[in-house]
Each structure stands twice: as structure tokens, then as C-alpha cells.
């Protein structure tokens, strides 16, 4: 029986991924600031284990010792729309999570591969193709990245699998996942998976519900067929019209 550590377990998207995987037989390990956080209809799952704590706050000890095992970590891990949400510390909590979470798996010397999956954004481009855009959505994101700290925390993560964890890791191979925005549903629907962005994100934006963002996450990590078509890349995700 495979296992999965997920972080970011408690929120939106996180929930669904978690029941997902829940559902399909999978033992999974979540990261939770407090008791409490999960719905009720999963926090008392056989397979799920709960861990209370703050991932910023963990050692690396600590870290190491989560991770160990697993043979997949998913992030849904995001920052809370409040003001100090998007504009108080850690300003970078994605990223330092997602490099100390790749750190922790690589200071293990798993015997296999460990598959490393990132909910990020279609608002940011995969610099590894390179994807073009219009001079003015590139103006847009410009100002995001000055403005918004989330946003340049979702690009600094995915650039670090891309750049520092790369295509060649001795460890782990990664899946970049990137939404459209973000919409609610009861039921996984149909939906396309590309490349790159076909609209643009900011002018003309398509719709993800965050339960096929769930759904697509827990493919990657049963179907490896599926694991080997994107693996390294930033899938886009839309929801098929």
C-alpha cells in the first residue's frame, strides 16, 4: 500500500485531494497546524495519520522523519486571503516548505524514486519551454510578483523543482500542477490537461473546480503511466467545456 504525505490537507483543494486518495486505499499522512482542521467524514479514516504542527516550525529532523516512508508528498499548500495571509510572514511559505520538504526526502536516500507533486498556478509560466505571453498579461504578472507575495511565492516554488530538484534527481521526480481559477463542485467532472495555458490567464482565464484539481493530483500518484506523460512539466488543468 503505497503512502502519501500531503501539507496544505486542510484547506480547500486540499480536502478533496486528501478524500481522493483516501478513497482509493492509499495510507496518507497529513501535516495539520491543530486537531480538528479535517471534516468529520475523514479525520477518523483507518488509513490517515495526522500530524499537529506548523511545517515551518518543524525541524529538520522532524521533517526527515515525516517524510520517510512516503512514497509520493502532494502540496496544496497556499496562503490564507487575509491581509496578513498574503502580506504577513512567512511571506515564502510555500517555497521554503517545498525545498525543506524536497531536502528532507533527499537526506533519506529513499531506494526509489519519490514522487513530488505541486498545486501551483496557471498565472505563472513554465520558464523550461519557454511559454510566451502578451505583452500586456506579462505587464499584469509583473505587478503581481511587486504586489502580491503568494503569487511570487508560487513561481519561486515551482522554479525551485525546476531549477534546483531539476529533471535528473538522484531522488525525486515532480509534478508541477497549474489551475485556472479556482471554482467549487460536488463531483468530479470531465477536464482537459495541456502543456502550457491555451487562454490567457489573466484576459481571458478558464475555470478548475478544485475537486478535478483533486482528482488529477491522486491520478499522479496511482497511474504511472499518467505519472511518466507529465513528470517533470507544469500540466495546465481547465475544466472541459
Known sequence: MKTILV??????TGRLLLKQLLDKGLKVKVIVRQPN?????????????EIHAS?????????ALHVTGCDAVASC???N???????GQPRLLVTDT????????????????????LMNTTGNRNRDIPEQVSFGQACVISLLRLLLPPHLDNEKAADYLRT??????????????RPDSLTNADAVTEYEVHPSPVRSAIFDAGSTSRINV??????????????????GQMPVIYNKE
Open 164 to 177: 534546483q530538484v531539476g529533471q535528473h534527481n538522484e531522488a525525486i521526480e515532480w509534478v508541477t500542477v
Open 37 to 49: 482542521l479535517l471534516p468529520d467524514d475523514i479525520k477518523h479514516h483507518a488509513n490517515l495519520s
Open 7 to 12: 501539507v496544505g490537507a486542510s484547506g480547500a
Open 55 to 63: 511545517v515551518h516550525e518543524l525541524t529538520d529532523a522532524e521533517m
Open 77 to 79: 499548500l497556499g496562503h
Open 81 to 87: 486571503l487575509t491581509f496578513k495571509g498574503m502580506f
Open 98 to 117: 517545498v525545498r525543506r520538504l524536497c531536502r528532507a526526502v533527499q537526506a533519506n536516500h529513499p531506494e526509489k524514486m519519490v514522487k513530488f507533486i
Open 214 to 231: 483533486g482528482h488529477f493530483m491522486a491520478e499522479l500518484v496511482v497511474d504511472d503511466d499518467l505519472w511518466n506523460r507529465w513528470k
